[in-house]
């Protein structure tokens, strides 16, 4: 007869096991990011300065919202909710993120569908193709900077040579192209990121499937649409979560390509400026929190919608 206690105990020592092996880890984690996001939140209802890290007061959502009535009867409205450098920060991330990481995904699939395939030297050209991807982003941003200048820059004195500039633009000090500048370099250094896991989602397709399709005589767009797109979809979803939480918080690139100008000032930018420069040490404490809000709603919707669409495909 099955004894089912000695089935029980096990579980629970495997359990107990599991959690002795985790428990470092999630020591770990609590130390360098739990910890440090829970003082950050508890900062931004504070006034804490700088100068002043241990002795700030409670003051409430003040630093998030603050309403003012003044001797004349007027009232103002004051905090990061209605201050317009912080939205103007918020929209340009948001803009960046969608459109970098848009750009990031169709190339990225479609240089893992190349290195998919089987050619002599692919191993390679897989190597070669993570170079952007291994350059550390301040020599990336500084390579671009010099490539990018509007007197001596390789870009520009190749776009004058063909006729399509009359003279040199200053890409990344210009309000117009300042944006398209940190694109251009972001999507470069970041889609070779892209192409990897893209790649990893495609070697996890059995090639009976397309072995039956070329049979059959099926279109390669169709296998594409019908075939590749939906199996690969999974991995194409956590490599947009990963993309998307780096593309949110984006700082080092910014900070060191462009002159920290309205146009390319994002929401870890403005946070910074305000955490060390203005010594406003609270108020960029509530901005950061903010920034930590956004990611998580950001990046929820976007599991949610994929799981949507998922268990919609599944019910047709």
Aim: positive net charge; contains cysteine; aromatic residues 14%.
């Amino acid at each position: 007869m099955f004894d089912f206690s000695k089935e029980l105990d096990l579980e629970a020592q495997r359990r107990r096991a599991a959690f002795y092996f985790l428990a470092p880890m999630i020591i770990a984690l609590f130390c360098v990011a739990a910890w440090p996001l829970l003082r950050t939140i508890y900062f931004s209802f504070t006034d804490t300065s700088l100068t002043n890290l241990y002795g700030g007061e409670w003051i409430g959502f003040d630093n998030y919202l603050q309403r003012r009535e003044l001797s004349s009867g007027r009232v103002i409205w004051r905090g990061t909710l209605v201050d317009p450098a912080w939205w103007n920060a918020v929209w340009n991330t948001v803009r960046f993120s969608v459109i970098s990481v848009f750009f990031e995904t169709v190339f990225g699939l479609g240089i893992a569908l190349v290195l998919n395939a089987e050619f002599r030297g692919r191993g390679w050209v897989r190597a070669a193709i993570l170079i952007p991807w291994a350059i550390p982003t301040i020599v990336s941003a500084k390579m671009w900077a010099w490539m990018l200048n509007d007197q001596f820059g390789i870009i520009n004195d190749i776009l004058v040579r063909i006729g399509i500039l009359e003279r040199g633009i200053a890409w990344t000090a210009s309000i117009d192209t300042a944006m398209t500048a940190v694109l251009i370099v972001d999507i470069w250094k970041t889609t070779p990121f892209m192409a990897l896991l893209c790649l990893a989602g495609l070697q996890m397709i059995p090639r009976d499937i397309y072995e039956a399709a070329k049979i059959d005589g099926v279109h390669p767009l169709k296998v594409f649409w019908k075939i590749t797109l939906p199996l690969v979809r999974p991995a194409l979803m956590v490599a947009v979560i990963f993309r998307m939480l780096d593309a949110l918080r984006i700082f080092d690139l910014i900070y060191v390509l462009t002159p920290n100008s309205k146009a390319t000032k994002t929401m870890s930018v403005i946070s910074r400026e305000n955490l060390i420069d203005f010594d406003k040490f609270a108020y960029g404490s509530a901005q950061s929190t903010l920034l930590f809000a956004i990611i998580a709603i950001f990046v929820s919707l976007y599991i949610w919608l994929g799981k949507v669409n998922l268990s919609g495909e599944g019910n047709q």
